[in-house]
């Protein structure tokens, strides 16, 4: 897929190239249809293709998820043998012959089934597969994961190894590998997996477009390296591939993408030099607002100006006839997409946001109800509040969901109605129609299905502007109407924020309006505010400049484009195929590279669409240099635990808060945990943690690796005071799990050499701080009562980083997340 994957869908959390996902919705039902995973994924492709589009949230996820608890009979669903069914060419022994050849550690797995052509792949592929399962059992605990190989070729397709697997590698090695170091391994592996693979049958693609979570300082380090690669010599986008490797150079991680369907000669009927003369034509840019960091729930992020290519300007063109090439369908795509960001004017009263106390769930309820049919019978049966949604990262959310228990068995579970409304506004984020369906059920059509058109185009679109305008704070002046998409049972509607006359990257409202003329699916994504903007709407670069900048950087590769595989609506998927084209990319880019880069409208600067992807914090920090702890210091704002300020300080002699510990040790197990992502509960932590505090996130992510108390919303923790040495030796012993072994150590002696070893409470902690190397006596004295700046709590976490492996509980057999 081409470099939006990630970037628009509206509530999806990307977890990097094994392309799953965590939605924020109920998620209660475990199975999907393949259809509607693919109508999902289908507006995810337009997002290439249509400046602003939210993506369809029509999928929960795009995979079956198993789930055991003790004691819980587990049907073996089949085991390996030597059959060969048809459309296959090896046996599923085979299939698992080949998964251990390349993972020998799946060894100590069991294999639990082996299951022909899994109706759980997603997209559907147009290939015959093996999906092999696998279990670990550890007493009552077991942990089911699967691999896919190719049925015809063999080909393992992907495997990933599970952290329960990997915690028990122990190694005594000290070595470990750099990015750099770690990519052989990589690129050996490729060879391995992808048989009679040739030296030129594959491009690397850069660190910087592969989409890597930024390392933790604790836990295990992983590097993931993204490879395109070849049909006759030329880049195919449907064939690519992905590993991931530890520090210690084991693989951790493959997955492969392929097709099953004909390639098309590797032969341009047009040339280069006309295909370029068509692009440079066509080619054109616009000013937009984008954010710093698009991922990030942190509060005051800034927006800068940047020229993007507008409307299709990097669509692929057909290399037989310089048409583009809709990458739903393969054929070429419609100039009656484009609405020319039409003004919206409608006929109802615009959108007033509650003033009062805190909605309950009756009360969003309400207002969904105000807004949109529900059907008769269906009732509300799930409501949470929860903080951390995509759409409003910091405000609590009400997540809300009915179903209608009267209905027939299969239809049931076919369609679930789900909404998402802010507790203090009372903003409606978003509303869900799902097509749901049990295993091995024929999806059962409701007998007052339209069969098609009965609304027109202009009634549609009336309805849509006049939804936007009541739901939308200030719609009318800051919404223009961008893009309709003509389905086979719905029309969706695609609306672009502006401020100032500048078009707001990402922030975009879609409606969908069924043939029948009911609103099935509404999303709404307004995240920019005006303080976050650049206060200087002129920008350093001119159009004409900026035009011109990405005509010499921009060139065109021939090359194969995929396209297919998806649905819009209910209608069928198109099947999965290659067009022979002309793609734009930078240069040595990689064919989705033209989909991350914007150029800096002031500075010229080509930067990353959605901030840093290469896994590490790229800061130039102004106030370490010469420091006694400035490699310590330097060290944890690479791994994203301090954060720098704008000006680069990190105030390395700053004394620090509790809070701010407890942020340090959440951001060093997590760096990445600004991402939006829901699971925040209404409830207070601790009487001074409610939901609204800045510490609210970390705390719970300290609570959930048991390093601190559980949840008591009656004591304080009191984040804000400031942390004393022997403080910090306490929560340093409570890491390690030592607090008991700490008990035994209460008399002066238990701290010889130390002046000051009368003045100390906690001997215990402290006696093992110092043993251990954390936190070192100064000039024979431990000074316990003295405050902790950041230069110390750095060297602290640095030398707590280094104790992995090397005690029996730290970092020891726990998930991180």
């Known amino acids: 897929m081409r470099g939006y994957f990630h970037a628009s869908l509206y509530e999806i959390e990307g977890r990097g190239p094994d392309l799953s996902f965590d939605w924020n919705f109920n998620v209660r039902f ?169 030296e030129d ?41 992905y590993i991931s490797v530890d520090q210690s150079g084991l693989i951790t991680g493959y997955s492969r993408t392929t097709i099953g369907a004909e390639y098309p000669s590797s032969k341009a009927a047009v040339s280069a030099e006309q295909a370029q003369q068509k692009f440079e034509e066509q080619f054109d840019v616009q000013l937009a607002y984008i954010s710093e960091d698009r991922f990030s729930s942190r509060k005051g992020q800034k927006y800068y100006l940047g020229y993007t290519p507008k409307n299709s300007s990097v669509i692929p063109l057909n290399a037989d006839t310089l048409d583009r090439i809709n990458s739903l369908t393969g054929e070429t795509l419609s100039q009656e997409v484009s609405q020319e960001d039409k003004p919206l004017k409608g006929s109802v009263a615009a959108f007033t946001p509650n003033t009062g106390s805190k909605l309950n769930a009756q009360q969003a309820e309400k207002l969904v109800k105000k807004s949109f049919n529900i059907p008769e019978g269906y009732q509300l049966d799930y409501s949470q509040l929860t903080k951390g949604s ?207 880069e914007v150029l800096d409208a002031n500075t010229g600067e080509w930067k990353s669409m959605y901030g840093s992807t290469t896994g590490a914090v790229q800061v130039t920090t102004s106030d370490i240099t010469g420091h006694a702890a400035e490699a310590a210091l330097q060290n944890i704002v690479q791994h994203g635990v301090l954060l720098a300020d704008e000006q680069g300080r990190v105030f390395p002699d700053r004394v620090i808060t509790k809070g701010d510990w407890f942020t340090y040790l959440a951001r060093a197990i997590n760096p990445n945990m600004d991402m939006y992502y829901s699971g925040d509960g209404d409830g207070n932590l601790y009487a001074d943690i409610t939901p609204e505090s800045p510490y609210y ?30 403080e910090l030796a306490v929560l340093l012993v409570r890491i390690l799990r030592y607090e008991k072994l700490a008990g035994f150590y209460t008399l002066p002696s238990d701290l010889p050499n130390l002046a000051d070893a009368s003045a100390v409470n906690n001997k215990g902690a402290v006696s093992l701080s110092i043993k251990l190397g954390l936190l070192p006596s100064i000039e024979g004295r431990f000074m316990p009562a003295r405050k902790v700046t950041v230069a110390e709590a750095a060297q602290v976490l640095e030398r707590l980083a280094k104790l992995q492996g090397k005690t029996d509980t730290f970092m020891s057999g726990n998930r991180l997340y």
């Open 30 to 198: 475990k199975m999907l249809t393949a259809k509607a995973a693919t109508a999902a994924m289908a507006t995810l492709l337009l997002a290439s293709q249509t400046p602003g589009f939210a993506g369809s949230a029509s999928a929960a996820t795009a995979e079956q998820v198993t789930e055991s608890a003790a004691g819980e009979t587990e049907q073996q669903l089949g085991l390996t043998d030597n059959e060969v069914p048809e459309g296959a060419k090896i046996s599923s022994k085979q299939a698992s012959e080949n998964i251990l050849n390349l993972f020998p550690l799946l060894k100590k797995a069991t294999i639990s089934y082996a299951r022909f052509d899994s109706p759980n792949s997603f997209p559907p592929p147009d290939y015959k597969a093996w999906d092999i399962g696998f279990e670990l059992r550890e007493g009552n605990r077991s942990t089911g994961f699967s691999a896919t190989v190719h049925a015809v070729t063999g080909e393992v397709l992907s495997v990933h190894l599970p952290s329960e697997l990997l915690e028990k590698q122990v190694s005594d090695s000290e070595t470990k590998l750099t990015r750099t170091e770690a990519r052989k391994q990589a690129d050996e592996f490729l060879y391995k997996a992808i048989p009679n693979l040739k």
């Open 201 to 241: 049958g594959f491009v690397a693609v850069d660190d910087q477009y592969v989409n890597n979570a930024q390392q933790s300082l604790f836990g295990r380090t992983e590097y993931t390296y993204s490879y395109q690669l070849k049909h006759e010599g030329l880049v195919s986008e449907a064939e690519t591939a």
């Open 390 to 596: 995509f759409a409003s990262p910091n405000n609590q959310v009400w997540s809300l969901s009915w179903s209608n228990r009267n209905a027939s068995v299969s239809y049931m579970f076919m369609r679930d109605i789900s909404a998402q409304v802010d507790a203090a506004t009372g903003q409606i984020y978003s509303v869900n129609i799902y097509q749901r369906m049990m295993p091995g059920m024929e999806q059962e059509k409701p007998e007052t299905e339209v069969k098609g058109k009965t609304v027109t185009k202009s009634q549609a679109e009336k309805l849509a502007v006049n939804t936007v305008i009541s739901l939308v704070p200030d719609a009318s002046k800051q919404f223009r109407l961008s893009t309709v998409l003509e389905l086979d049972d719905a029309r969706t509607f695609i609306f672009q924020r502006y401020l100032n006359g500048i078009l707001v990257k990402d922030d975009t409202v879609q409606v969908q309006v069924s043939n029948d003329g009911t609103l099935n699916e509404y999303y709404a994504l307004v995240a920019a505010t005006p303080e976050q903007l650049p206060t200087d709407v002129k920008p350093a670069i001119s159009y004409e400049k900026a035009r011109a900048t990405y005509l010499e950087e921009f060139k065109l590769v021939l090359s194969y484009s995929r396209y297919g595989g998806y649905s819009m609506g209910n209608s069928e998927s198109v099947p999965v195929g290659v067009k022979l084209a002309y793609m734009p990319t930078r240069t040595d880019s990689p064919l989705t590279g033209v989909s991350y």
């Open 697 to 726: 996130q970390a705390v719970r992510t300290l609570i959930d690796q048991r390093w601190l108390a559980g949840a008591d919303s009656e004591t304080k923790l009191n984040p804000e005071e400031e942390m004393t040495r022997e």
